[in-house]
């Protein structure tokens, strides 16, 4: 559904069919960066001939966190214009993810090199934002034509997460199948060795209440913690998504009621799935299943909604059949590009929408459009409306004036072990 069907069936006023085009046409352009979003470079080449031969490489950005790291937005935004001004004329570079930035160039000649050009840019600009340029790395892509270049972007990009540089994908754009299979592997590996973990984020109603707990993926490697940003699109990409996302659902429900034995009682847990697992039938009956076994509180569904790969159909059957196993359900990471996609087929089968970290950090600017849109969409589907990633007052007041109901971040408390969340032992400070 378009955006002209979503104002006409919500009999949207000027003011509110205002604020939602603003949204839609905004989405291609990244606020943090002012880089295209893949939305928008997917609009940009779409435009053109789709057989046209292109080439380009992924970017991977390691950003450091913490109170002196540099702001993340700010440091893709400039390594993508140094990018840009030393790759070809015609080529185009866009923010992809938090981490990751695309460079597409066109031509498929042989001197058309563009990982080793963003790996040059990289060094030279990346001392001057803030981050290290061995934090940086390049993935090619196979030359293609602008079609096959779409749909080979999201299968590659987690080979940089894990393994540094990874190899040019085979002819015709399909995953190397040595990474693959050695991705697999080292999934299972841990899964074997007990290596994974799940540490828990309160999520906070109106009144500064508890009213559910996230779980969120650790993996302990020898050399540390390693956060989920890191690792989970190498799950995805590496065949293993479903049954990572199993041990997660069973060991989540079984915390759970571990918890409510020992006290801490009537707070459900938000697990999350993958579009992977949302692909696999056998979902809603293994959650039904594992509800069953476990007791408890209750559970949450959150499915991450991804503008790029939006299939409504299919999430609007998913989400009934989990909604029949006894799960409430949540749509997760909506931004700018989700809400452009047109989301009110979808709204009315959820409980919650939770606005991206990406929204939250620009409410000064086109967040606050892409809040207030969603208000009203929210509003008319009975749904509630939450964000990710609040780590302000400022976010919180600014949320708080704009009708979002449920909050989740930093300002709150950060993610917890879980006994140390059994034990009551809560970094949290209400809101004001």
């Not at 803030?130 to 034509?145: F, I």
Request: net charge negative; hydrophobic share 45%.
């Amino acid at each position: 559904m378009g955006w002209i069907e979503v104002l006409d069936e919500l009999d949207a006023g000027p003011a509110a069919r205002a604020t939602l085009a603003s949204v839609a046409a905004a989405s291609a352009t990244d606020p943090a960066t002012g880089l295209r979003t893949w939305s928008g470079l997917r609009s940009r080449l779409e435009r053109g001939r789709t057989d046209t031969p292109v080439t380009g490489a992924v970017v991977h950005v390691e950003v450091p966190v913490g109170p002196a790291a540099p702001d993340a937005g700010r440091a893709l935004g400039e390594l993508g214009r140094e990018l840009h001004g030393r790759l070809p004329r015609g080529s185009e570079v866009a923010r992809l993810d938090d981490r990751e930035l695309l460079a597409v160039v066109p031509g498929d000649g042989p001197g058309a090199d563009p990982a080793a050009e963003a790996r040059r840019a990289a060094v030279v600009t990346a001392p001057t934002t803030g981050v290290p340029a061995s934090a940086v790395a390049c993935a090619p892509l196979a030359p293609t034509t602008v079609g096959g270049l779409l749909a080979q972007v999201r299968r590659v990009q987690g080979g940089l997460l894990l393994g540094g540089h990874r190899e040019a994908p085979a002819a015709g754009g399909g995953p190397g199948p040595q990474h693959d299979e050695i991705g697999a592997a080292r999934i299972a590996a841990a899964l074997e060795a007990g290596e994974f973990d799940l540490h828990y984020q309160p999520v906070v109603g109106g009144a500064g209440e508890i009213v559910a707990v996230e779980a969120l993926l650790r993996w302990r490697r020898p050399g540390g913690l390693v956060l989920p940003g890191r690792f989970l699109p190498l799950v995805e990409r590496s065949g293993m998504e479903v049954e990572v996302g199993s041990w997660v659902l069973h060991r989540a429900l079984a915390d759970a009621a571990d918890w409510s034995r020992r006290g801490l009682d009537g707070i459900p847990v938000v697990v999350n799935v993958t579009p992977g697992q949302l692909a696999d039938e056998r979902l809603a009956e293994e959650v039904a299943g594992a509800l069953g076994r476990a007791g408890g509180p209750g559970l949450v569904v959150e499915a991450p909604l991804r503008a790029d790969e939006l299939d409504l159909r299919r999430l609007i059957d998913r989400l009934a059949d989990l909604r029949s196993a006894g799960a409430r359900l949540s749509l997760d990471r909506v931004d700018r590009e989700a809400v452009s996609a047109g989301l009110l087929p979808v709204l009315p089968m959820v409980d919650t929408v939770k606005l991206d970290r990406s929204v939250v950090a620009d409410l000064a600017g086109p967040g606050r459009a892409t809040t207030a849109a969603m208000r009203i969409l929210a509003e008319r589907s009975g749904t509630h409306l939450g964000a990710t990633g609040v780590e302000t007052d400022a976010e919180l007041g600014a949320l708080r004036r704009l009708g979002v109901e449920v909050l989740q971040g930093y300002r709150f408390c950060p993610p917890l072990e879980g006994d140390r969340l059994a034990a009551g032992n809560l970094a949290f400070r209400p809101a004001a």
